[in-house]
């Protein structure tokens, strides 16, 4: 009924930049709140930045700075510009949604299948 489909990941090198993007479609009333997780091999999975239908933002500690989330309600776009990347930030990237379906329907979490990015000199 929800599909996330991400885009933009690739292989880039130490202080380049990527910018991801998420496109929702399919049955969606509202979405509550969209985002990123990443995870890198060894490693658990972890918010990288989320922003609300209020567009209050949150961002992990290490992406401070270097990350910017941003949103397209009317298309039900949301983007991630990564600048300064460094190779700590190479991981599988998943776009993530709280989505309504309905007025009355209780909000349930969709995921994407992620996008690769990879930092290396």
């Known amino acids: 009924q929800v599909q996330l489909v991400e885009s933009g990941g690739g292989l880039v090198e130490p202080g380049g930049s990527l910018r991801l993007s998420c496109v929702a479609s399919g049955n969606i009333f509202s979405i509550d709140a969209i985002g990123w997780f990443r995870q890198a091999p060894g490693k658990q999975r972890e918010l990288v930045a989320a922003?609300?239908?209020?567009?209050?933002?949150k961002y992990a500690d290490s992406v401070k700075g270097r990350f910017t989330i941003s949103g397209d309600s009317a298309k039900y776009t949301v983007y991630l510009q990564m600048n300064s990347l460094k190779p700590e930030d190479t991981a599988i990237y998943y776009c993530?949604?709280?989505?309504?379906?309905?007025?009355?329907?209780?909000?349930?979490?969709?995921w994407g299948k992620g996008t690769l990015v990879i930092v290396s000199p």
């Open positions: 993530t949604a709280n989505i309504e379906s309905s007025p009355v329907d209780h909000a349930m979490d969709y």
């Open positions: 922003i609300s239908s209020e567009n209050q933002t």
